[in-house]
């Protein structure tokens, strides 16, 4: 576990209330505005107490800033992390680059591992019940989450602590009495537990004690402020409560907005596939991210890049008269993202690759083999959609259907438009199967 080792100098933290405010990284902050792309800002606590009805001071962050240079200490920054996937995305990466920020003004990042309130799972925005995952899962996922969390953290001021280290020591009656200092009516309050109590649906009891669960770390870490989405603010908010009534100042909430995914519609989530995680390959990150509309390069310019805001409304400004083309603004977008995870060198390589597979119609410089044995084919011929599943390129027979009918699948630069075709095993050797833009394989046969 690391911990930051030392305090820093009031100059320090001088430094960090100037540049956070001038910043407007927020101002006892709370709502991530969607509707101003222009602007890196969060709206005041007042929006959130008309929003929610809850109390929470305008200048909550301000105070605590300028409270721990007078106290001559950093503030302590909390994210928890609810390890149900094994990997960060760029949506997740968007509140671990505001950390970073902090770390580097000079305070403490105190992430909380949910290993023991994923055995409940977080219930925010769902409409069903979450399964509950295996303590080997979220061990394994734990893992993974921390390791990947120094790509964009400082190792040395980021304090990691498992949520199990108190929530597992907890007796039945320490639940109950904890459990007290909240309402069911206040639980109710959440949409998604609204909505699904209205639609009868059913609400285990077991969710009911997840804001709990995490407001509870709050408390144990004394938490200055804490940090997420803004699908998490009734979990945040919960902590403040929590706090107050177990005599400690309440955090600050500070919340970051939601990336919307590759489909331009939901939010950038590992289930649903519209995702680009941080630690995949500097190719397939680049081509992701070159497959976003038009309309969505503002929102990951600025929640996940450093390039000025005046840069990039220039840049929009520039490719919505006409005068430089919106690819070309795009592939500035996927480069400054690749540089950030994989280096200004690997950025550079996936750009001309890109660009002379897509642009100049050429093949990969290195197109994967895989070889389709005699097993996939019947008296010698292989149905089309048994060829995409066998060679990785279709997860079902079904998906493989809508692949075609989409118009998505080529063989040596021809559209295949038949999905009932058949071919010779034997003759498919060394040829092209593509599928999309960016994923091409070389069949062998023998």
Same mark, same amino acid.
């Given at each position: 576990?690391?911990?930051?080792?030392?305090?820093?100098?009031?100059?320090?933290?001088?430094?960090?209330?100037?540049?956070? @405010?001038? =910043?407007?990284?927020?101002?006892?902050?709370?709502? #991530?505005?969607?509707?101003?792309?222009?602007?890196?800002?969060?709206?005041?606590?007042?929006?959130? /107490?008309?929003?929610?009805?809850?109390?929470?001071?305008?200048?909550?962050?301000?105070?605590?800033?300028?409270?721990?240079? =007078?106290?001559?200490?950093?503030? %302590?920054?909390?994210? #928890?992390?609810?390890?149900?996937?094994? *990997?960060?995305?760029?949506?997740?990466?968007?509140?671990?680059?505001?950390?970073?920020?902090?770390? *580097?003004?000079?305070?403490?990042?105190?992430?909380?591992?949910?290993?023991?309130?994923?055995?409940?799972?977080?219930?925010?925005?769902?409409?069903?019940?979450?399964?509950?995952?295996? =303590?080997?899962?979220?061990?394994?996922?734990?893992?993974?989450?921390?390791?990947? !969390?120094?790509?964009?953290? *400082?190792?040395?001021?980021?304090?990691?602590?498992?949520?199990?280290?108190?929530?597992?020591?907890?007796?039945?009656?320490?639940?109950?009495?904890?459990?007290?200092?909240?309402?069911?009516?206040?639980?109710?309050?959440?949409?998604?537990?609204?909505?699904?109590?209205?639609?009868?649906?059913?609400?285990?009891?077991?969710?009911?004690?997840?804001?709990?669960?995490?407001?509870?770390?709050?408390?144990? &870490?004394?938490?200055? &402020?804490?940090?997420?989405? @803004?699908? =998490?603010?009734?979990? &945040?908010?919960?902590? %403040?409560?929590?706090?107050?009534?177990?005599?400690?100042?309440?955090?600050?909430?500070?919340?970051?907005?939601?990336?919307?995914?590759?489909?331009?519609?939901? $939010?950038?989530?590992?289930?649903?596939?519209?995702?680009?995680?941080?630690?995949?390959?500097? !190719?397939?990150?680049?081509?992701?991210?070159?497959?976003?509309?038009?309309?969505?390069?503002?929102?990951?310019?600025?929640?996940?890049?450093?390039?000025?805001?005046?840069?990039?409304?220039?840049?929009?400004?520039?490719?919505?008269?006409?005068?430089? +083309?919106?690819?070309?603004?795009?592939?500035?977008?996927?480069?400054?993202?690749?540089?950030?995870?994989?280096?200004? $060198?690997?950025?550079?390589?996936?750009?001309?690759?890109?660009?002379?597979?897509?642009?100049?119609?050429?093949?990969?410089?290195?197109?994967?083999?895989?070889?389709?044995?005699?097993?996939?084919? %019947?008296?010698?011929?292989?149905?089309?959609?048994?060829?995409?599943?066998?060679?990785? !390129?279709?997860?079902?027979? +079904?998906?493989?259907?809508?692949?075609? /009918?989409?118009?998505?699948?080529?063989?040596?630069?021809?559209?295949?438009? *038949?999905?009932?075709?058949?071919?010779?095993?034997?003759?498919?050797?060394?040829? @092209?199967?593509?599928?999309?833009?960016?994923?091409?394989?070389?069949?062998?046969?023998?």
């Amino acid at each position: 576990m690391a911990m930051y080792r030392a305090v820093a100098t009031n100059t320090r933290l001088q430094h960090g209330v100037d540049s956070l @405010l001038t =910043q407007n990284i927020a101002v006892g902050g709370a709502f #991530g505005d969607h509707n101003n792309h222009t602007k890196r800002y969060f709206t005041t606590g007042r929006a959130l /107490e008309k929003r929610h009805g809850r109390g929470h001071p305008g200048g909550g962050l301000e105070e605590k800033l300028w409270k721990a240079r =007078q106290e001559n200490r950093p503030l %302590r920054i909390k994210l #928890g992390l609810d390890p149900t996937a094994p *990997d960060i995305h760029l949506g997740f990466a968007v509140v671990l680059r505001k950390l970073r920020q902090f770390q *580097d003004l000079g305070h403490q990042v105190v992430i909380i591992v949910g290993d023991y309130t994923a055995l409940i799972g977080d219930p925010s925005g769902r409409s069903t019940t979450r399964p509950m995952l295996s =303590q080997e899962e979220i061990a394994a996922n734990a893992r993974t989450y921390v390791e990947q !969390l120094t790509r964009i953290l *400082d190792r040395e001021r980021t304090e990691v602590r498992f949520n199990s280290e108190w929530l597992g020591r907890l007796t039945f009656a320490d639940v109950v009495h904890l459990a007290a200092k909240m309402t069911v009516a206040q639980v109710l309050q959440r949409e998604d537990f609204a909505n699904r109590y209205a639609q009868g649906l059913p609400i285990g009891l077991h969710e009911l004690l997840y804001p709990l669960a995490q407001a509870y770390d709050s408390v144990v &870490i004394k938490a200055d &402020i804490e940090m997420g989405g @803004l699908d =998490q603010t009734f979990n &945040i908010l919960a902590g %403040r409560d929590l706090q107050r009534e177990m005599g400690q100042e309440p955090q600050v909430a500070l919340f970051m907005p939601l990336l919307v995914g590759l489909d331009g519609v939901k $939010k950038m989530s590992k289930s649903l596939g519209n995702y680009v995680g941080i630690t995949e390959p500097p !190719l397939d990150m680049y081509g992701k991210l070159m497959s976003i509309s038009d309309a969505m390069m503002r929102d990951y310019f600025v929640l996940c890049t450093d390039v000025p805001l005046e840069e990039i409304e220039e840049l929009l400004q520039r490719a919505s008269k006409g005068e430089v +083309n919106p690819k070309d603004v795009k592939r500035r977008l996927a480069r400054e993202i690749v540089t950030i995870y994989h280096g200004a $060198k690997a950025a550079e390589e996936a750009d001309v690759e890109w660009n002379r597979v897509h642009a100049a119609g050429e093949l990969p410089t290195e197109v994967p083999e895989v070889a389709i044995g005699p097993e996939h084919a %019947r008296e010698g011929r292989i149905w089309i959609c048994r060829l995409l599943v066998a060679a990785g !390129l279709a997860k079902s027979n +079904n998906e493989a259907r809508r692949l075609i /009918e989409q118009g998505g699948v080529e063989l040596d630069g021809k559209r295949v438009q *038949d999905a009932s075709a058949e071919f010779d095993l034997a003759a498919l050797e060394g040829r @092209l199967l593509r599928v999309g833009a960016r994923r091409f394989v070389r069949i062998r046969t023998g």
